[in-house]
């Protein structure tokens, strides 16, 4: 993992946290504080699905291109 992703992954786990401690401190109801909790989490989730799916997208065009210049490289040397 390159340092890129670690700053983002490092920020965005402590939006998170910052997220959840919010919801816990304010003067809200049992019930009304887990309904919160569970639509960040809900778009928490959603939003690291989208990122490991952008994720295996990108490792997938990284991985058609290597083949490609390999197989260009495999051409010129026969």
């Known amino acids: 993992m390159n340092n890129r992703a670690k700053i983002l992954a490092a920020l965005a786990a402590g939006a998170a946290v910052g997220v959840?401690?919010?919801i816990l401190i304010a003067p809200d109801e049992g019930a009304q504080t887990r309904k919160k909790i569970g639509k960040e989490g809900k778009k928490l989730a959603d939003e690291l699905k989208y990122r490991i799916?952008?994720?295996k997208e990108?490792?997938?065009?990284l991985t058609a291109g290597a083949e490609k210049a390999i197989q260009e490289k495999i051409s010129e040397l026969v």
Do not use: A, P, Y
């Open 20 to 22: 959840i401690l919010g």
């Open 58 to 61: 990108q490792l997938g065009d």
């Open 53 to 55: 799916r952008r994720g």
